[in-house]
């Protein structure tokens, strides 16, 4: 995950007219948008398959994180299929905010894009990478899908009214659901924090055992109801957790900061403070 990126001093405007906001509202409510933006992170996916286990070679960007080739051509196919499908959405995605900063955003929609969540373990050879993809309207997220290459899994919200869904390949499309709150609750952490620090940080929520983890894939299995809390205190970008909190959402759970408040997003620098991501 990220660390958050200067923002630009010039705020981008939007070209948004009002027949796309309609019809991004109807694919929304209907949950076709959630449909096609799934669609969209498998196509990118399938892009970033080509070069894992390829020799990809990461650069360092200026925040000291790494990028690779297939982050940019994953972030490529996106923002075109997006800008296809909806044009004049505004995008905020981590390649193109490194490149040209941060613009402003207001109170409207705009898309929250991550190409490859987990790049450092992509470099390596792991499997815990993924495509994200996140719709934002008025600072809250109301629509997101997450996508697994190395395992072929992908996972989205529904309809407006609610409901997550997942699926492997191009099978069919299973409901999913947080799960009730066991006895012995288990979290997912960070693979950065050492045993202490993850010890001492799952029993502040109530959690008994805990696995680590890298990326976005620690929101998705909350939501399949495979474990119970994410905790978060480290720094991290809105791109690296809104598409995740789009599901884990959708299947009942809820992301909510120190003072128990739902996560915002369009904070300054889209930067995130200390969360905790919860199922049932």
Known sequence: MSEPITPSAEPVPTTLSAEVETRLAGDLKSGRLAEIIAEIAEQASDVIRGFWHAGVVAEVKADASPVTEADRAAERLILQKLEAEWPGVQTIAEEQACDQGLPSVGEGWFWL????DGTRGFVAG???FT???ALVRNRHVVAGAVVAPATQTTWRSGPETGGAYRR???GPWQAIHVRQRPADPVALVSHSLTDEEAERLIRRHGCTRWQALDSSL???LIAEGRFDAYPRTGPTSEWDIAAGHGVLQAAGGRVITEDGNTLLYAKPGFGNGAFVALGG
Do not use: T
């Open 113 to 116: 894009i991550d190409p490859l």
């Open 126 to 128: 792991r499997e815990a």
């Open 131 to 133: 495509v994200n993809i």
């Open 168 to 170: 492997h390949g191009q």
């Open 218 to 220: 620690k929101l998705c």
